[in-house]
C-alpha cells in the first residue's frame, strides 16, 4: 500500500478526476494509520524487549557466576579426586574447585519426597517439597554464596559428608521455622537422615523464568559437574593449566569446559533473538510507514494547492501553512497511537508472565514511542508541506 500511494499523480485531481480521488483518500489515510499502529507497537515491544534483557543481565543472581570454569565430572575422578583437587590448586589464577550434582543454569532435579524435620523428641513430616544439590565444601566459597546461619561443610567435620544438611532461606521459610531455631535440628530427606548445620542466602539457580524454590544441599558421594573459581582475568592461563592436569588424570576423555557466564546468556538466548528480529521489524515497519505518509502529503498538498495560494495571499504566514497542512498527519499519529497502545500493552504483558522477575510496565516508554512516531511523521512530510508554503501564489492561482 505504501508504493501505491508514493507512485500516486495527484495532480489528476485538478484535471476532472477529484471525486474518484477523494473515495480513496479515506483509504490512505486507514493505511497510514494501520501502518503508524505496528510501528508504534514495533517500537515499544522492542523497547520492553530490551529494557528486560538489561534487567536479566544487571539482577544479582545471588551468586557469582563470572570467572568461573565447569567441567564434566567422570567416574575415574572419584578415587584420585583429592590429588586432581590439589593439582590444580597449585596455580595462582586457581581459587576454588568445587563438586556438585548441578551447576546454576541447570535444571533442577525432581523432589525426593517432603523432608522431616525434628520436632520435640519426635520427627515431623512436612508438605513442603524441597530440590536436593549435592555440594561438597568448596561449592558455596566457589559461588561466593554467603552462609547466613550456622555454617558451611567443612572438609575437617567427617559427619558432614554424611549427616550435614544445608538449606537455602526459601526452605527455612516454607518449614515455618526462623534460621536459628532450624539449626542443629535432625533433619530427614531423600532416605538420608542428618543434621541442619547452615542456612544460605536465596539465589537464583535457575533462569529468571523461575522462582527461588527452597532447596536443600547435602554432600554425597555422587556428583556430575566440577566448577573452577578463577582468581583475576587471566583465564587462559588457568584453562591451559586444567587442560594439562586433565590429561595426567583422564587422557582417555576430551578436555570440554564452559563458561557459567556463557551459559547464563543462554538461558534467554531465545529472548535475544527476539528483540534482534523486532529491531529489524520495527526499523522495515518505520520506512514503509513513512513511505505511505509522504505519498499521503505529497497528495494532500498537491489536492490543496488553490486554498494554500488563496491563504498566501491573503496574508498567511509560511509557519501557519505548514501547521494547517501538518495537522491532519499529527491526528493521524494520534489515532495510529488509539489502537497501538492497548496491543502492546496486551501484548507485553503477556510476554512478561513469562519470568517470575519482571520490569515493570513503564507508560514513559508508550509516551516516547508517540513522540518519535510524531517526530517521525513530521519530519517525512516536512519537505512537501514547506515546499507548499514557500511557493509564490501567483504561480499556484494562475496555473489553477
Known amino acids: 500500500p505504501a508504493f501505491v500511494i508514493s507512485g500516486f499523480q495527484p495532480v489528476q485531481i485538478l484535471k476532472g478526476q477529484k471525486g474518484a480521488a477523494g473515495g480513496k483518500g479515506g483509504i490512505r489515510k486507514t493505511l497510514v494509520v494501520v501502518q503508524f499502529s505496528i510501528s508504534i507497537v514495533l517500537m515499544i515491544v522492542t523497547t520492553i524487549i530490551f529494557q528486560q534483557l538489561n534487567f536479566l543481565n544487571n539482577r544479582d543472581l545471588g551468586y557469582a557466576k563470572d570467572q568461573i570454569i565447569t567441567l564434566r565430572y567422570f567416574p575415574e575422578l572419584v578415587e584420585n579426586y583429592d590429588a586432581f583437587h590439589n593439582e590444580v590448586m597449585k596455580h595462582s589464577t586457581i581459587k576454588h574447585v568445587a563438586r556438585s550434582s548441578r551447576i546454576p543454569t541447570g535444571r533442577l532435579l525432581d523432589s525426593q519426597g517432603a523432608a522431616q524435620v525434628q520436632q520435640g523428641d519426635s520427627m515431623a513430616t512436612s508438605n513442603v517439597t524441597l530440590k536436593n544439590i549435592r555440594v561438597d565444601y568448596e561449592f558455596f566459597d566457589a559461588y561466593e554464596i554467603p552462609v547466613v546461619a550456622g555454617r558451611n561443610f567443612s572438609k575437617d567435620i567427617k559427619q558432614d559428608d554424611s549427616l550435614g544438611f544445608i538449606l537455602n532461606e526459601a526452605a527455612v521459610k516454607m518449614l515455618g521455622l526462623s534460621q536459628d531455631e532450624i539449626l542443629n535440628r535432625d533433619f530427614q530427606y531423600g532416605g538420608v537422615k542428618g543434621r541442619v548445620v547452615g542456612v544460605v542466602r536465596d539465589f537464583h539457580f535457575e533462569s529468571l523464568h523461575e522462582t527461588i524454590i527452597p ?10 559437574r566440577i566448577s573452577v573459581k578463577v582468581a583475576g582475568s587471566d ?18 576423555r576430551p578436555f570440554e569446559y564452559d563458561f557459567l557466564s556463557v551459559r547464563y546468556k543462554k538461558l534467554y538466548e531465545a529472548e535475544q533473538k527476539q528483540g534482534q528480529l523486532f529491531t529489524t521489524f520495527s526499523i522495515l515497519a518505520i520506512v514503509i510507514a513513512c513511505l505511505g505518509l509522504f505519498g499521503l502529503a505529497t497528495f494532500n498538498t498537491m489536492q490543496r494547492i488553490k486554498e494554500i495560494g488563496v491563504r498566501k495571499v491573503l496574508g498567511a504566514s509560511t509557519s501557519h501553512i505548514v501547521g494547517i497542512l501538518s495537522k491532519e498527519i499529527i491526528v493521524l499519529v494520534v489515532i495510529a497511537n488509539l489502537f497501538a497502545w492497548p496491543l502492546a500493552w496486551y501484548s507485553m504483558n503477556q510476554w512478561l508472565d513469562g519470568f517470575a522477575y519482571k520490569v515493570d510496565l513503564n507508560i514513559g516508554i508508550f509516551v516516547l514511542a508517540t513522540f518519535a512516531a510524531l517526530l517521525i511523521a513530521l519530519l517525512t512530510v516536512s519537505s512537501q508541506t514547506i515546499k507548499a508554503a514557500l511557493t509564490n501564489p501567483s504561480k499556484t492561482l494562475r496555473y489553477e
Do not use: C, G, N
Open 215 to 224: 532447596m536443600v544441599f547435602h554432600p554425597a558421594p555422587f556428583y556430575s
Open 235 to 252: 583465564t587462559q592461563a588457568a584453562i591451559a593449566h586444567l587442560e594439562k592436569t586433565w590429561r595426567d588424570f583422564s587422557p582417555q
